[in-house]
Nanobody
Framework: QVQLEESGGGLVQAGGSLRLSCAASGSIFSFSAMAWYRQAPGKQREWVAGITSVSSTNYADSVKGRFTISRDNAKNTVYLQMNSLKPEDTAVYYC?????????WGQGTQVTVSS
């Protein structure tokens, strides 16, 4: 079993920055892929960024150039550095881990960007 715990969310003004963390524990394999998703009120959950086991990254067009995903395999932690935040980035952000044993989600952390 795998547990994921996000942290780092909060309230920030437009143009500001936040850094989200997702710590994984349990039966984690080194070749897991991790990703961040977000869900705004009344909208479907959407993919934000992903990182492979060898730290290859991809981003949604809406965050490209502003967000950076990274991982520390020694700490089983993935990060999402969010810069130049916009009100439309307001959402609950979720961490996802995918490996052979299954797909796992965290409980989410709220990010609110005020204009």
């Amino acid at each position: 079993q795998v547990q994921l715990e996000e942290s780092g969310g909060g309230l920030v003004q437009a143009g500001g920055s936040l850094r989200l963390s997702c710590a994984a524990s349990g039966s984690i394999f080194s070749f897991s892929a991790m990703a961040w998703y977000r869900q705004a009120p009344g909208k479907q959950r959407e993919w934000v960024a992903g990182i492979t086991s060898v730290s290859s990254t991809n981003y949604a067009d809406s965050v490209k150039g502003r967000f950076t995903i990274s991982r520390d395999n020694a700490k089983n932690t993935v990060y999402l550095q969010m810069n130049s935040l916009k009100p439309e980035d307001t959402a609950v952000y979720y961490c996802k881990l995918a490996q052979l044993s299954g797909v796992y989600w965290g409980q989410g952390t709220q990010v609110t960007v005020s204009s």
